[in-house]
């Protein structure tokens, strides 16, 4: 494909080259300035995906029922982007690749797109350009676009802000039921899937998170589903699906806009607070004054008081004096 020497990334996905897709990608990844302007030009395209987010604890089989999503959704003649978020390596900062590895039946589908993106540290389990990612994919034209977490901690919320229907993966024999419930993956499901359903013990934890399901969210306007898999056998693919397509009924009955409007802010805050703790932190921040006004022996709390009412006096001013 022929490039012209002045032609955006923008203009480049517009029209379908995969190599655009890729660098901007890379430009979120890595946090490169062109990246704001270049989405910019391609936001009026986002918001026709729908997005799935698959999460749940390790060993769950997400990687596995993720390429069987994917399958089905190619059979139905759907395109499928896929953002699988692989733990980072501790000496390298670079991702496993694992779940690349694990869909290789998939990488040679034209209508298939697959990027495995580094955690880097992201405590809620998504690498922090996870999203801005499936807003590329999102562009580009993908149908489908699904989201698989790390999976390594007991809190992977961020993967709400990305997806509009988030699949949460147990199964059983590793007491994912009570685990849960510990860490409050219940409360982010919208469908909760028991993989690997043909192991002893599958359907004790199907009737437990019924139970907990019916017990916790009987004020939930939505019914979350307890769906049996065994995505190594390809059982169950489509009934998973067939549960996220009545969420996504539910979802743009009840009006899609507002809901997406309300993560799109949680994104902002997520990013607004992580950029702003880098600055405060970074080689130019806080940090120096912080150690002069300890040694001076200010308490840490009258220290972060003092910084606290300094960073928020702008927000405490009137709308018109800020402008």
């Avoid at 510990?182 to 013990?201: F, I, Q, R, W, Y």
């Avoid at 589903?225 to 539910?250: M, N």
Wanted: include cysteine.
């Amino acid at each position: 494909m022929q490039v012209a020497a002045s032609e955006t990334l923008a203009a480049r996905i517009e029209r379908g080259d995969r190599t655009a897709l890729a660098r901007m990608i890379s430009w979120a990844e890595n946090g490169d300035p062109r990246f704001a302007a270049e989405l910019a030009a391609l936001w009026p395209r986002v918001g026709r995906a729908w997005r799935i987010g698959v999460t749940g604890p390790p060993g769950a089989g997400k990687s596995t029922l993720v390429n069987e999503l994917a399958r089905v959704e190619r059979s139905r003649e759907r395109t499928v982007g896929i953002c699988a978020v692989d733990p980072s390596s501790p000496f390298t900062g670079g991702a496993l690749l694992g779940d690349r590895i694990r869909m290789d039946d998939r990488t040679l589908d034209p209508g298939v797109y697959i990027r495995s993106m580094a955690s880097r540290g992201s405590h809620g389990g998504l690498a922090r350009a996870a999203a801005s990612a499936c807003d590329v994919l999102d562009a580009f034209g993908f149908a489908t676009i699904l989201l698989e977490t790390v999976g390594v901690g007991q809190a992977e919320y961020d993967v709400l802000d990305a997806a509009d229907t988030v699949v949460v993966v147990l199964c059983p024999g590793a007491g994912d039921g009570i685990q849960a419930m510990k860490a409050g993956l219940l409360e982010v499901a919208d469908v909760l899937v028991v993989n690997k359903s043909d192991m002893p013990g599958a359907e004790r934890l199907q009737n437990d998170l019924i139970e907990a399901v019916h017990v916790r969210f009987t004020k939930r306007a939505w019914s979350v589903p307890v769906v049996a898999a065994s995505a190594g056998t390809s059982k169950g693919i489509e009934d998973v699906l067939e549960a996220v397509a009545q969420h996504r009924a539910h979802v743009e009955a009840s009006g899609l806009e507002a809901a997406r409007r309300r993560k799109r802010i949680e994104q902002v805050r997520h990013s607004v607070s992580e950029q702003l703790a880098e600055r405060l932190w970074g080689p130019k921040g806080l940090r120096g004054r912080v150690e002069a006004e300890l040694e001076r022996g200010a308490s840490p709390h009258a220290v972060a008081a003092a910084l606290l009412e300094e960073i928020t006096q702008g927000l405490n001013r009137p709308t018109e004096a800020r402008r």
